[in-house]
């Protein structure tokens, strides 16, 4: 990442015939949104002097408290050579949201990942690596450019064209991110139709859930541009592999990856056993982080790759945290719960925070699992002490609801809300009659 000055910006604005300025924040739900700005306000806004309704946002303020700052990032100054505007070429920053007192606002995801980073600091980690592999489905548009069910190809594992006929979104996909400076890494066709990932490499927390963030809307952008629909909901189809998000994390001290000992049969240092420990303790609890929405639940089910089961091993696909062959500086590892719909600020202080505790508590990891779990029946489970996930949106509701420990990791401002708002969306879903529904009992009843 360059480190932009303010009169960097201004010139690359001046070089690249910059119109537009987009302000872009997340809200609560991980929902991309932004004020966009002619060039002209461009000095105003690396002023922080842009103020914006606080109240019409999702798990912000009061009606009363409304006016809010935006403080953009000047690391985030990107040139967005997607956006193909007859009005002029769009730059973004990313911004930080503070309050009319100019502090940081406290239930802003940004400010809740850059806190529990501190505490990463304060315990000597310089940094708290993450990459991420994100899923998404393409569907095809109807005549009035309304997504449809109907998947962009047929193609399979790793398949390639003529079977794999959405490859050309793909590249196109790679070309624009590579454009952004972007350092990707694969693409590659999915298991079920229509579906595929595509991998940037790993960066810090803060700068890795921004790539995310702007990933998601070039993702989307193009697969537009070609007559497809991009998602990221983990399970938009019955009865097919889900979307996840794999997330791979490691912590670092200086170049020194802190989860490598090569004097271990394994390889992973004390620090990353503790980290591996602190995670499967609270996964019950922030899984409402991680898998946020109802349709979350539809994907963590046994049979389509995707974890159940709280467990870990070096070896094994069919646990939750999982350890990729790759040793030494790329000692990492895998989470595999998360889904794409899962705002990536909280999910990675989430992540982070549980390992942290790990460590502060140098909590025992269990024995890892060489099983095939899915192989394995629910009594043997018990007998081996495995945990599940939860297997509901309502179920992640009531752990996260009487966790202090994640209380503590989202704040007091935002843990509310987020309560509020899932509750909502539980009770919203409890009402509705499905498909499913229908085709089950309308005949039979």
């Given amino acids: 990442m360059k480190n932009w000055t303010r009169e960097q910006i201004l010139q690359d604005a001046k070089d690249h015939n910059v119109q537009y300025v987009r302000l872009q924040f997340t809200d609560m739900l991980g929902t991309?949104?932004?004020?966009?700005?002619?060039?002209?306000?461009?000095?105003?806004?690396?002023?922080?002097?842009?103020?914006?309704?606080?109240?019409?946002?999702?798990?912000?303020?009061?009606?009363?408290?409304?006016?809010?700052?935006?403080?953009?990032?000047?690391?985030?100054?990107?040139?967005?050579?997607?956006?193909?505007?007859?009005?002029?070429?769009?730059?973004?920053?990313?911004?930080?949201?503070?309050?009319?007192?100019?502090?940081?606002?406290?239930?802003?995801?940004?400010?809740?990942?850059?806190?529990?980073?501190?505490?990463?600091?304060?315990?000597?980690?310089?940094?708290?690596?993450?990459?991420?592999?994100?899923?998404?489905?393409?569907?095809?548009?109807?005549?009035?450019?309304?997504?449809?069910?109907?998947?962009?190809?047929?193609?399979?594992?790793?398949?390639?064209?003529?079977?794999?006929?959405?490859?050309?979104?793909?590249?196109?996909?790679?070309?624009?991110?590579?454009?952004?400076?972007?350092?990707?890494?694969?693409?590659?066709?999915?298991?079920?139709?229509?579906?595929?990932?595509?991998?940037?490499?790993?960066?810090?927390?803060?700068?890795?859930?921004?790539?995310?963030?702007?990933?998601?809307?070039?993702?989307?952008?193009?697969?537009?541009?070609?007559?497809?629909?991009?998602?990221?909901?983990?399970?938009p189809v019955a009865g097919i592999n889900g979307s996840g998000m794999h997330t791979n994390v490691s912590l670092a001290k200086g170049d020194t990856n802190a989860f490598y000992d090569p004097k271990t049969e394994n390889m992973l240092s004390e620090t990353a056993l503790k980290f591996i420990a602190g995670v499967m303790k609270h996964a019950e609890e922030f899984c409402l982080i991680t898998n946020p929405t109802v349709n979350s639940y539809k994907r963590l089910v046994p049979g389509y790759e995707a974890p159940v089961y709280v467990s870990w091993s070096d070896v094994n696909r069919s646990t939750m945290i999982r350890i990729p062959a790759s040793k030494g500086r790329a000692t990492r590892i895998e989470i595999r719960s998360v889904d794409p719909s899962a705002n990536p600020y909280l999910a990675m202080s989430a992540v982070l925070a549980a390992g942290l505790d790990g460590i502060k508590s140098e909590l025992p990891v269990p024995n890892p699992v060489r099983t095939n779990l899915f192989k394995v029946s629910d009594l043997e489970r018990k007998r081996m002490k495995i945990a599940y996930l939860?297997?509901?949106?309502?179920?992640?509701?009531?752990?996260?609801?009487?966790?202090?420990?994640?209380?503590?990791?989202?704040?007091?401002?935002?843990?509310?809300?987020?309560?509020?708002?899932?509750?909502?969306?539980?009770?919203?879903?409890?009402?509705?009659?499905?498909?499913?529904?229908?085709?089950?009992?309308?005949?039979?009843?």
Avoid at 152 to 168: A, K, Q, V
């Fill in 32 to 235: 991309i949104k932004n004020v966009e700005l002619p060039v002209r306000n461009l000095e105003k806004a690396l002023s922080n002097e842009i103020l914006f309704d606080g109240s019409s946002i999702l798990g912000f303020v009061r009606i009363n408290e409304a006016d809010m700052y935006l403080y953009p990032d000047l690391n985030t100054w990107l040139i967005m050579t997607w956006e193909d505007s007859p009005y002029g070429t769009v730059a973004r920053l990313v911004c930080d949201v503070y309050t009319s007192k100019r502090e940081p606002f406290e239930g802003d995801p940004r400010y809740i990942l850059k806190r529990n980073l501190k505490e990463a600091y304060a315990l000597g980690f310089d940094k708290f690596n993450v990459g991420v592999e994100p899923e998404f489905f393409l569907f095809k548009l109807d005549d009035e450019g309304r997504p449809t069910r109907e998947f962009s190809d047929m193609g399979g594992y790793f398949d390639l064209s003529p079977i794999d006929s959405s490859e050309d979104v793909r590249r196109d996909i790679v070309l624009e991110l590579t454009k952004m400076g972007f350092n990707m890494e694969v693409s590659h066709h999915e298991v079920a139709f229509g579906q595929h990932e595509v991998n940037f490499e790993y960066d810090n927390a803060l700068e890795a859930c921004d790539n995310i963030q702007t990933f998601k809307i070039v993702v989307k952008n193009v697969a537009r541009r070609h007559g497809y629909h991009a998602t990221f909901m983990p399970k």
């Fill in 390 to 445: 939860p297997g509901s949106l309502d179920e992640a509701l009531k752990n996260f609801s009487t966790s202090k420990f994640m209380k503590t990791v989202i704040g007091e401002d935002l843990f509310p809300k987020l309560i509020e708002a899932k509750q909502k969306e539980w009770d919203d879903y409890k009402q509705t009659v499905t498909e499913w529904e229908i085709n089950r009992y309308m005949d039979l009843i």
